[in-house]
């Protein structure tokens, strides 16, 4: 789940992590209101959406025009910005080019930046470990710094059973040029920043950029916050803080059913049990020619209406030109996956290719049922045949 940039901030300032004083606001009075609460002389618009780039970003219908950072010197102009951000769509790299549109702007004390730097928590699978990354190229991306110089890059692996302790966050301050009150102030920033990591089950946790400033401080300009879904039931007031708005609406409405969804680009909907056998589902269409729309797992106990929706949620996606059943049954019963499959099918009025390949418990069952549905579904043999199947019917129906 992620969250926005000042929802980010206000849960991190309390472990201790420093961020400049500011204020979220959905109307231009609003905006001005908070910005005559800060201190000054210079006050940052920022639209909240979630995606990066915000600065660099255009909004629709005016791409000359200014991105979603904006720099003030009132609260008049603070209202001012808000106003042209507010309800218009911000397109960045990372939205894509239907943008999203800002609901809210966040208004905050601007500071006198002497350096950028950057700071990321996430979990290393390689390590299974926290690691943690710091680099004295702050505000660039950091899969570009990755690329371009990945020797200015520091990382320090967290042994879970010590926590992040002194001497990693000396070690990072001293590797960022840190000298003098800045590193006292970075080891706080950063024991801080790895207890919210830890206290509230995040996936990652990225300050980009991490700025020192004139006096000595160090403080997160900008802040991001992914959090493992498994885990929200620890933390209603986290899960409180979902911006549904900003969100895929059929990932969303998948999560309400217990289905495991992600949308892609491709034009073949997939339904599959178990996602091992989803990803090789879509490795295969791949081989054979085509695209997979979208990553679907119904789990392994799934319900003939959960089936359904998801089969109804495969076709939401006005991209789907053909879908591809594909259930190994073990728990998961092919007879189950088959009356699911008919009976949206039926509801819909499907027009589109499908194919259904049943391996498992009950598939002669399954099988019987697709063939006395009366329906255009096509049965597969194997998963090669599956996937040549439907890449080919999609083609032949374009």
Known sequence: MNIHEYQAKSLLTK???????????????????????????????KAQIHAGGRGAGKFKGDEKGKG??????????????????????????????????????????GCDIK????????????????????????????????????????????????????????????GLKLEGKQVGAAVKFMLGMYKAFTALDASIVEINPLVVTDGGDVLALDAKMNFDDNALFRHPDIEAMRDEAEEDPIELEAGKHSLNYVKLDGNIGCMVNGAGLAMATMDIIKLYGGEPANFLDVGGGATKERVATAFKLILSDKNVEGILVNIFGGIMRCDVIAEGVVAAAREVSLEVPLVVRLEGTN????????????????????????????????????
């Open 68 to 109: 979603g950072v904006r720099l003030v010197k009132s609260p008049a102009d603070a209202a001012k910005e808000a106003q042209a951000m507010l309800g218009k769509v911000l397109i960045t790299k990372q939205t894509g080019a239907k943008g999203r549109e800002v609901k809210r702007i966040y208004v905050e004390e």
């Open 15 to 45: 472990f201790g992590v420093a961020v400049p004083k500011g204020g979220v606001a959905y109307t231009p009075q609003e905006a001005e209101t908070v910005a005559k609460s800060l201190a000054g002389p210079v006050y940052v618009v």
């Open 115 to 174: 350096r950028e730097l950057y700071l990321g928590m996430l979990i290393d699978r390689k390590t299974s470990r926290i690691t943690v990354m710091a680099s004295t190229e702050g505000g660039m991306e950091i899969e570009e710094v990755a690329a371009k110089t990945p020797e200015k890059i520091l990382k320090i692996a967290i042994d879970p059973t010590t926590g992040m302790e002194g001497f990693h966050a000396r070690r990072l301050a001293y």
């Open 363 to 398: 598939v002669k069952l399954g099988k019987e049922i697709l063939a006395k549905s009366g329906l255009p579904i096509l049965a597969a043999d194997d998963l090669g045949d599956a996937a040549q199947k439907v890449v080919k019917a999609v083609k032949e129906a374009a």
